[in-house]
């Protein structure tokens, strides 16, 4: 990912600070049939800088065959507590790196690769992303209700939180 201003840079850093919480992504793939299926998958990331989502996921599944025949997916995380809501768009393909794995690995990872590493089922999944959007409600409960209240009888759209779309290169 090649960062080129300030203003990116502070974008990927807020990305990440809004899905870095959030464990759990929902990886969405076209399925052979053509329909698009989605998983819940644990995102194993310490950092976004190099604009890259990692999974682990089994060989036991189609998810790795999927991708394999195509690569273009949705990872999606929200986190309705704090009103924060992603959306990742990115080419997904199997990478085979033993030291990446290595480093990536974690005890809840054991849970299902018990192997670990060696684990004959493990696959990593590596996501690199095109563009993401986000929205950031910053705003309480209660004056969301007001903002809406207030769009609803004069016809305005609400205007509540941050929503920015962000692309990298």
Known sequence: MSTTTLEERLDYKHLWSLIKDMRFGMLAHRHADGGLHAHPLTTQNKSLDEGVLYFFVSRATEVGRRLQADGDVNVSYSDPQKDHYVSIAGKATINNDRAKKERLFNMMTKAWFPQ??????????????????????????????????????????PRMGEHKEVHFS
């Open 116 to 157: 670990g590493v060696d684990d004959p089922n493990l696959e990593l999944v590596e996501v690199r992303i095109t563009h993401a959007e986000f929205w950031d409600v910053k705003e309480s409960k209660t004056k969301q209700l007001v903002k809406m209240a207030s769009a609803a009888m004069t016809g305005q759209p």
